[in-house]
């Protein structure tokens, strides 16, 4: 995706997506942040996290990012405040395992950012009927905002913040976006769920370890008044019938 968000219409999506996850990322604090994405470029330059770094499948790095595979992250468990999903998951084979790594390499209370394609949207449209060879927003596996808050609910992450953007038609020519996009700024501000892509802000719940006392014991009222260590079983009195027979 790297060469593909020199075009026109790239360029355009990565403006209008560093707009809206300007706010999100310039509030959360921390040491460590980790960004995975499709392309070698950083959506973090805002964040006042003192050390981030990204990780990359491509080969071809340009801008500082670790190649390695995002499905098995090469870092320890617990040990990033925040993790940033560049369209990760839409271009990834297994995309269970990867948001399962996210969650492992977060620290309790640590914040997930999620950036993807929506597809229902006119992005989606023409996903579905107009794929083209080579890498771009055609080839990827589209993922609703629905699904993934589900499968984050199970991984135990609060949903904070879902927000749309880019409402701008697919076209790449820099004359017919600007033209298609008059509209953008007032769905924007409703926050129209048709938009192009989806951030989704998450925060790894922490569930405090609280100590099972085990209950007390009642003791029998038959046994009342002996002494708490002995183990005394008292034998039902049997009536006169009851021994003749």
């Known amino acids: 995706m790297t060469d593909w968000l020199q075009t026109p219409l790239g360029e355009n999506l990565l403006q209008t997506e560093l707009s809206l996850i300007e706010n999100m990322i310039n509030r959360r604090f921390g040491y460590h942040l980790l960004?995975?994405?499709?392309?070698?470029?950083?959506?973090?330059d805002d964040s006042?996290?003192?050390?981030?770094?990204?990780?990359?499948?491509?080969?071809?790095?340009?801008?500082?990012?670790?190649?390695?595979?995002?499905?098995?992250?090469?870092?320890?468990?617990?040990?990033v405040d925040m993790v940033?999903?560049?369209?990760?998951?839409?271009?990834?084979?297994?995309?269970?395992?990867?948001?399962r790594e996210a969650d492992r390499v977060l620290i309790a209370g640590g914040h997930l950012l999620i950036i993807?394609?929506?597809?229902?949207?006119?992005?989606?449209?023409?996903?579905?009927?107009?794929?083209?060879?080579?890498?771009?927003?055609w080839q990827s596996n589209l993922l609703s905002s629905m699904r993934l808050s589900d499968w984050l609910k199970l991984l135990d992450f609060k949903i904070e913040?879902?927000?749309?953007?880019?409402?701008?038609?697919?076209?790449?020519?820099?004359?017919?976006?600007?033209?298609?996009?008059?509209?953008?700024?007032?769905?924007?501000?409703?926050?129209?769920?048709?938009?192009?892509?989806y951030i989704i802000s998450a925060k790894k719940q922490a569930f405090p370890m609280t100590p099972i006392r085990e209950p007390w014991k009642a003791i029998p009222r038959k046994a009342k008044g002996l002494a708490l260590g002995d183990n005394v079983s008292i034998a039902p009195t049997q009536t006169?019938?009851?021994?003749?027979h």
């Open 84 to 99: 940033v999903l560049h369209h990760a998951l839409d271009y990834s084979e297994h995309p269970h395992q990867l948001l």
């Open 161 to 197: 913040q879902v927000h749309f953007g880019l409402y701008s038609l697919p076209i790449n020519s820099s004359k017919l976006i600007r033209y298609s996009s008059f509209m953008g700024k007032l769905a924007q501000r409703l926050n129209w769920p048709t938009g192009g892509i």
């Open 48 to 79: 006042p996290i003192g050390h981030k770094f990204s990780l990359t499948p491509s080969t071809k790095v340009k801008n500082g990012s670790v190649v390695a595979q995002a499905e098995a992250i090469p870092l320890a468990g617990e040990s």
């Open 116 to 137: 993807g394609f929506n597809p229902f949207s006119t992005w989606g449209i023409r996903h579905k009927f107009g794929r083209s060879a080579g890498k771009s927003p």
């Open 35 to 44: 960004q995975l994405s499709c392309a070698d470029i950083k959506m973090y």
């Open 240 to 244: 006169h019938n009851e021994t003749r």
